[in-house]
């Protein structure tokens, strides 16, 4: 009876640390899908993506005509106020006669 007792003890201790071992590789593997699947969905909202062939496919957003148009023109009229404060700052100073010395 000790006999056999002996000789199973070292099998069953074996299937004991390879299960531990393949639980702790599977949760790893568990893991490293989710951290995949989180930063395919980051990478898509920024318009990358990862081909089949394991090349990356970058989309461009498109931005309409007129969208541009009112963004550059907005730039274009705020620098044109700027400039006109400052002429009409100088025409001020030219007027009263209040300029700064150089220094």
Same mark, same amino acid.
């Given at each position: 009876?000790?006999?056999?007792?002996?000789?199973?003890l070292p099998l069953i201790l074996t299937l004991v640390v390879v299960a531990g071992i393949g639980f702790v590789v599977y949760h790893i593997y568990?893991?490293? @899908?989710?951290?995949?699947?989180?930063? &395919?969905?980051?990478?898509?909202? !920024?318009?990358?993506? $990862?081909? +089949?062939?394991?090349?990356?496919?970058?989309?461009?957003?498109?931005?309409?005509?007129?969208?541009?148009?009112?963004?550059?023109?907005?730039?274009?009229?705020?620098?044109?106020? @700027?400039?006109?404060?400052?002429?009409? &700052?100088?025409?001020?100073?030219? !007027?009263?006669?209040? $300029?700064? +010395?150089?220094?």
């Open positions: 009876m000790a006999g056999t007792s002996c000789q199973i568990l893991a490293a @899908l989710q951290f995949r699947d989180h930063t &395919a969905q980051r990478m898509e909202r !920024k318009n990358l993506a $990862f081909s +089949k062939d394991g090349g990356l496919r970058v989309g461009v957003k498109d931005v309409g005509d007129e969208t541009y148009l009112d963004r550059t023109q907005s730039w274009f009229v705020k620098a044109w106020e @700027l400039g006109e404060e400052e002429v009409n &700052a100088n025409k001020k100073r030219k !007027k009263t006669g209040t $300029f700064r +010395k150089a220094a």
